[in-house]
Nanobody
Framework: QVQLVESGGGLVQAGGSLRLSCAASRSISSINVMGWYRQAPGKQREFVAHITSWGSTDYVDSVKGRFTISRDNAKNTVYLQMNSLKPEDTAVYYC??????????WGQGTQVTVSS
């Protein structure tokens, strides 16, 4: 099982940007799917974006055109570039690793707060 550590969260004004990083404890080149999820207070954890080992990406509709996921296999790191942030993007963001149909590992989460 791979250990995941997120960083890059913080407080930002609406319209601003943040880049989240997810550092893995070992090579991610063989991990099929690396993803980002988020959980807002009182809500269930929801899918945000994922990227496959073959480079395919997918996003939840609410972030399309604003967020970009990428992976650097040489650095064992996955990124989430978040632009044009909105107050409704406020949540704890979690990194995930796994297969096409399973999630095998979660990070501890990083808080993102967007003020209006």
């Amino acid at each position: 099982q791979v250990q995941l550590v997120e960083s890059g969260g913080g407080l930002v004004q609406a319209g601003g940007s943040l880049r989240l990083s997810c550092a893995a404890s070992r090579s991610i080149s063989s991990i099929n799917v690396m993803g980002w999820y988020r959980q807002a207070p009182g809500k269930q954890r929801e899918f945000v974006a994922h990227i496959t080992s073959w480079g395919s990406t997918d996003y939840v509709d609410s972030v399309k055109g604003r967020f970009t996921i990428s992976r650097d296999n040489a650095k064992n790191t996955v990124y989430l570039q978040m632009n044009s942030l909105k107050p409704e993007d406020t949540a704890v963001y979690y990194c995930s690793a796994g297969g096409v149909y399973t999630i095998d590992s979660w990070g501890q989460g990083t808080q993102v707060t967007v003020s209006s």
